[in-house]
């Protein structure tokens, strides 16, 4: 059995191919014709985001029977062309979840005291500290919008810095948050009553900008808005027109519509903290999701 590692997956990945007998080829940086000409080669191939999978690519995959990802997301994967070409798709929907909630506080920081903002200014050699009065989170209302593993870690850690935490999931009922911090409401009063709103969802038909000019509108004046989750679930333009209005004063996005977002207005607006998709990306969280794929990997070629 062969595989092919992209995407600089953590090493500790193809130790436990090795060792189990398996064939592991690290590239890490591959462009999609190379990739084409290459993958016909494999039995597996692990990846992070970097590498699309679309159908052009999979259909190339004559020997290909499971491919595995790294990490939560599998919208870098075309799922129903694996299907139709009977390709086992897994990922690792834990792995990096603690590091994504870590992430998504650290931007509630930021956005509440403007850190990102005074950072730069006294770097630039300033030391105007009226300009940077911020707000304290404590007994803020914080709207979750999805509350799954990653949604209901950033809860807790919420709840915990004295938050009074809001949550909305279609899939959930009072008994599933009894015990938790967690009060469930409409995604509507969420909207008009939270103070800063994160969202935790996946990119789906459902989800593709969910939170548009209709549902800013519902907006508290002045609330601040954060998605490290995927991309396309905020309409930028609408975001975009909401900032400079001043109905949301600021929002921290770690994922975009278009990855790298070099075109968008919204890096032009000092009220956007902007970090390069890297909630995931801490070292725990890459040898865990690296190892977790690996293992599924392994059993795959074992039960077979």
Known sequence: MKVLLTDSVDMK?????????????????????????????????????????????????????????AGVGLDNIDLDAAKKMGIEVVNSPSGNSNAVAEHVIGLIFSLARNIHGAHSHVKAGGWEKKLFKGTEVREK????????????????????????????????????????????????????????????????????????????????????????????????????????????????????????PHESMLLKLDEVLATPHVGGNTHEAQVNVAVDVAEKIVKFFKDI
């Open 141 to 260: 209302k914080l709207g979750v919008i999805g509350l799954g593993r990653i949604g209901r870690l950033v809860s807790s850690a919420a709840a915990g810095l004295g938050m009074e935490v809001i949550g909305y999931d279609p899939y959930v009922k009072e008994e599933g948050v009894k015990g938790t911090a967690i009060s469930l409401e409409s995604i509507e009063n969420l909207m008009r009553n939270s103070d800063f709103i994160t969202i935790h969802v996946p990119l789906t038909d459902g989800t593709r900008s969910m939170i548009g000019k209709k549902e800013l509108a519902m907006m508290k004046d002045g609330v601040m808005i954060i998605n490290a989750a995927r991309g396309g679930i905020i309409d930028e333009d609408a975001l975009y027109d909401a900032i400079t209005s001043g109905k949301v004063a600021g929002a921290a996005l770690d994922v975009w519509k278009d990855e790298p």
């Open 13 to 69: 990945a193809r130790d436990i191919l090795k060792s189990a007998g398996i064939e592991a080829d690290v590239r890490p940086t591959m462009l999609e014709e190379e990739l084409k000409e290459a993958i016909a080669s494999y039995d597996a191939i692990l990846v992070r985001s970097a590498t699309k999978l679309n159908a052009s690519v999979i259909e190339r995959a004559e020997n290909l029977r499971i491919i595995g990802r």
